[in-house]
């Protein structure tokens, strides 16, 4: 059994920082992609950004020069720095990854999510 948990949101002001946090966990043989998304009621989930396990980056264009994704994969995890953050990235995050376990199975794998409020 494979578990994702996020940490790292919170309330912050418009302008501010965050950083959030996702540890992978469990029956792990290989981690490829891991990547963030974000969702508002009424919305859809999005892409806000993933990076291989060679650590090719992609963004979501809305997030691009503010937010920085990274991962340790040693410690199968990915984080995600926020900086000059907007009311409209308001949303709860997904950490998201593409796990292979050791039985051999292979699937993709999401987090319970972390609220990201920006408001004054």
């Known amino acids: 059994q494979v578990q994702l948990v996020e940490s790292g949101g919170g309330l912050v002001q418009p302008g501010g920082s965050l950083r959030l946090s996702c540890a992978a966990s469990?029956?792990?043989?290989?981690?490829?992609?891991m990547g963030w998304y974000r969702q508002v009621p009424g919305k859809q989930r999005e892409l806000v950004a993933h990076i291989t396990r060679g650590a090719t980056t992609n963004y979501a264009d809305s997030v691009k020069g503010r937010f920085t994704i990274s991962r340790d994969n040693d410690k199968n995890m990915v984080y995600l720095q926020m900086i000059s953050l907007k009311p409209e990235d308001t949303a709860v995050y997904y950490c998201?990854?593409?796990?292979?376990?050791?039985?051999?199975?292979?699937?993709?794998?999401w987090g319970q999510g972390t609220q990201v409020t920006v408001s004054s």
């Open positions: 469990g029956t792990i043989f290989s981690i490829y992609t």
């Open positions: 998201n990854a593409d796990i292979k376990e050791t039985v051999g199975v292979r699937g993709d794998y």
